[in-house]
C-alpha cells in the first residue's frame, strides 16, 4: 500500500485528503506541522509528501529543502500560495508538483498517480568499492575478502555515503552533503564533513592516505569514483 504524508496544520484538511486516499487504497499519515512532518517522513517511510507551505512552526520551504536532502519520493505542494514566484521556488527546490488550494480531488489524485508513475525505483544493483560491497536496498555495507564482514556505519556516515555513490563519477558539493547528513542551517559545519569523510575512508578506502573512490574535490565538494 502506498504511503502518502499529508503536512498541512488544516485538520479539515488533513480529515479530508485522509479519508480520501484510504477510500482510494492509499495509506495517508498525517503531520500537522513541519516538525512532527520531518519525524514521520523519517519513521514511517512515505512514498509520497502532500506538503503545505504554510505551517505555524517552519516554513514549508525549509520543510521541503530537509525533504529533499534526504529522500527522493515525490513531494507535492499544496499550497495557498499562487504566486508564480512562490511555485518556481517550491519547483527549483525539489518539489515534483505544485497545486493552489482550492483545488478539485480528482485533478489532487490524478497529479498523484502521476507522480508515482515517475518516481525512480529504489537502486537494486550493489556498489563495488574495491572488495567492499555497498547494497543501498538492504542499506548493508560488507568486505568480501573478510567472509561477507559487515562494516558498521552510523547514521551520519551512512548518509554521506548514499548521497556519493548514487551519484557515481559526479560531483557532489559540500553543501548538498551538509544538507544531506545534518539537515538545513549546516553550512558551517565544513569541518564536520571533513571528519567523517576520513572516517569513511578508514573503513572503506583500502588505502585511507591515498583514496581511490571517495575523492576531494578541493573547494568544490567530494566524488564517488567507481
Not at 551538509?178 to 575512508?201: E, I, N, V
Amino acid at each position: 500500500m502506498t504511503r502518502v504524508l499529508i503536512v498541512d496544520d488544516d485538520p479539515d484538511i488533513r480529515r479530508v485528503l485522509g479519508l480520501t486516499l484510504r477510500a482510494r487504497g492509499y495509506e495517508p499519515i498525517a503531520a500537522e506541522n513541519g516538525t512532527v512532518a520531518l519525524e514521520r517522513a523519517a519513521t514511517s517511510d512515505p512514498d509520497v509528501v502532500m506538503l503545505d507551505l504554510g505551517l505555524p512552526d517552519i516554513d514549508g520551504m525549509q520543510v521541503l529543502t530537509a525533504l529533499r536532502s534526504t529522500t527522493r519520493v515525490p513531494i507535492i505542494i499544496l499550497s495557498g500560495r499562487s504566486d508564480a514566484t512562490d511555485k518556481i521556488g517550491a519547483l527549483d527546490a525539489g518539489a515534483d508538483d505544485y497545486i493552489t488550494k482550492p483545488f478539485g480531488i480528482g485533478e489532487l489524485m490524478a497529479r498523484l498517480r502521476a507522480c508515482t508513475r515517475r518516481a525512480p525505483a529504489e537502486p537494486t544493483v550493489p556498489v563495488h568499492i574495491g572488495d567492499v560491497v555497498v547494497n543501498l536496498a538492504a542499506r548493508t555495507v560488507t568486505r568480501q575478502a573478510d567472509s561477507e564482514q559487515r562494516i558498521r556505519l552510523t547514521p551520519t556516515e551512512w548518509r554521506l555515503l548514499e548521497a556519493l555513490v548514487q551519484q557515481p563519477g559526479m560531483l557532489v558539493g559540500q553543501s548538498q552533503l551538509l544538507s544531506k547528513a545534518w539537515g538545513p542551517g549546516a553550512q558551517d559545519k565544513s569541518h564536520y564533513l571533513r571528519l567523517y569523510m576520513a572516517r569513511l575512508r578508514s573503513k572503506l578506502e583500502p588505502d585511507q592516505h591515498h583514496p581511490r573512490y571517495l575523492l576531494t574535490e578541493p573547494g568544490m565538494g567530494y566524488r564517488f569514483q567507481p
